[in-house]
């Protein structure tokens, strides 16, 4: 029998915050491994589980939008009752729900899925009304019904309306009892290395997703990471079956490990076996994105990669779009553009713009535009700059806290970083994209960091995917490489779209 580690954990911290698995007892694994384990406890009330149901239960949210569409039928019955001219007809209003209900249903809605973030539910639900009412005026078309398109678009409004309502209930139900409530599913993680501990950390640190890691499995786990494993390994392939038992684990991660794949076909059927739900982390991930293709050569399933082509006509669409934008906010902007130099010019001496050299598309160099925000009379001592530590990137403020009365209002509002909207509309940047970073700092980066270079396939952003998920200032570089590189990976018009509006709610949270 292989000898593991002893559970010495102290548990890890994930940011500022203690990472805590509040519903699992220790666990003690020894050198023939026996186990003290209690199942989970769940310290909640009743109505807390209930609610915990509704809002992960794929029957419950089911349930859900088939209530708002309902409640959409009847408000438009209500409303067409008045005028006889604007009635629907009784198909239109037995017939819509079932369109609804069936787009959401073939476009996943609810299949078995991690998260479903906000936006996509709204995206989605937006979809689902708008093909139903172009399939009920189709009809409508074929079958020579007289003009009935009022009440139909008056539906397909309330059933947009009342489905993203709906919706934005499910997301705050399962936010709160995953988060806030601590209603997570126990999970285990096949494979203790590298990509292993960096799922085990990613859960821990998003607890939204619903699962808590209680261990890793590994007949082999590398010795030399032990102190940076957030969680213990608990046992062997060999025994997996005994620990999912014992663990009361609901959820299985397959990441990589030292062991044949073949070992882990026996672990797949037990899962299959108990209802468990089985998650697999592929090969050679860093370049799967949401264009992937699953064909067949004979009985097996074959990947089709395809990459996104940042030098093709969609980037170049995306650019001319982005200086079209920037001009135009210039334009609407300037009143505030003038108010804020003028009270950066009279708060005190100095130019009203910082310029700083940054690294964008294909490593060329630019100057970025800021607005001035720190004293220009006592320069930050070489002793205070900053020194990348821990794994952290460079940003916010530096050393001593130089900032003016003015500067700290126009940095807490984002308005620091507007004059940017010139480095868009000169092509020096985009309006979303990896944020540019200085070329000491890039020459540091590449040397340390395999992936930081592929963030210059693409021009830099005013505002990224990283930036929207708290990534800003002195926060983990590998984060914000993952983040960046997913971005590009994954790039469509709908994607620019959510981050545009996360950086809206951002600003207006004031984070």
Same mark, same amino acid.
């Given at each position: ?13 994930? &940011? ?14 020894? @050198? ?172 821990? @640190? ?12 590994? @007949? ?77 050569? &004979? ?127 000169? &092509? ?41 998920? &708290? ?41």
């Amino acid at each position: 029998m292989p000898s593991y580690e002893p559970l010495t954990h102290d548990g890890p911290t994930i &940011g500022n915050r203690e990472a805590e698995l509040p519903h699992l007892a220790p666990l003690r694994v020894r @050198s023939a491994p026996t186990i003290d384990f209690e199942r989970p406890r769940y310290r909640h009330s009743r109505f807390k589980q209930a609610l915990a149901a509704c809002g992960a239960s794929r029957p419950a949210i089911a349930g859900i939008d088939t209530s708002m569409v309902l409640l959409a039928v009847a408000s438009t019955a209500a409303i067409s009752s008045t005028s006889e001219a604007q009635r629907a007809p009784s198909w239109v209003l037995a017939v819509f729900p079932l369109l609804v209900l069936l787009q959401l249903s073939l476009r996943g809605s609810y299949g078995p899925r991690l998260l479903m973030p906000l936006l996509d539910g709204i995206r989605l639900m937006i979809t689902a009304a708008s093909m139903a009412a172009i399939i009920v005026i189709a009809v409508q078309a074929l079958i020579g019904q007289p003009d009935i398109n009022i009440p139909v678009l008056r539906l397909w409004v309330l059933s947009a309306v009342f489905l993203v309502a709906g919706r934005g209930l499910v997301n705050r139900i399962q936010y709160w009892t995953r988060v806030r409530g601590r209603m997570a599913v126990p999970t285990l993680i096949m494979g203790a290395g590298v990509v292993g501990r960096q799922v085990a950390r990613r859960l821990l @640190s998003r607890p939204e997703y619903g699962l808590a890691p209680v261990g890793f499995v590994d @007949s082999d786990p590398p010795a030399q990471e032990t102190a940076h494993r957030p969680v213990p390994v608990i046992g062997g392939f060999e025994e997996a079956e005994e620990l999912i038992d014992e663990t009361g684990a609901g959820h299985v991660i397959l990441a990589f490990s030292s062991f044949p794949d073949s070992s882990m076909l026996p672990v797949i059927r037990a899962c299959d076996e108990r209802g468990i739900r089985v998650s697999l982390v592929p090969r050679l991930y860093e370049s799967v994105n949401d264009r992937l293709m699953l064909e067949h050569l &004979g009985g097996i399933p074959v990947l089709s990669l395809r990459p996104v082509d940042p030098k093709g006509w969609q980037f170049t669409a995306k650019h001319a779009s982005d200086r079209v934008a920037a001009g135009l906010l210039l334009f609407l902007l300037m009143p505030v553009l003038l108010s804020v130099a003028a009270l950066i010019k009279l708060s005190s001496s100095g130019p009203v713009l910082f310029r700083q050299r940054r690294v964008g598309r294909d490593g060329q160099d630019f100057m970025l535009l800021k607005f001035r925000s720190m004293t220009m009379n006592s320069p930050q001592p070489q002793s205070e700059r900053f020194v990348p530590t821990n794994g952290c990137a460079p940003g916010g403020v530096e050393g001593g806290d130089r900032r003016t009365f003015i500067g700290r209002l126009i940095r807490r509002l984002s308005i620091d970083e507007l004059p940017q909207l010139i480095n868009v509309l000169k &092509g020096e940047m985009s309006l979303i994209g990896p944020r540019p970073e200085r070329p000491e700092y890039v020459e540091l980066f590449r040397a340390d960091h395999d992936r930081y270079a592929a963030r210059h396939r693409v021009k830099s952003g005013i505002t990224g995917w990283a930036q929207v998920h &708290g990534l800003r200032g002195q926060t983990s570089l590998a984060d914000r490489i993952e983040w960046d590189n997913f971005y590009i990976e994954n790039w469509s018009l709908w994607l620019d779209v959510k981050i545009l509006i996360m950086t809206a709610a951002a600003v207006f949270r004031g984070d």
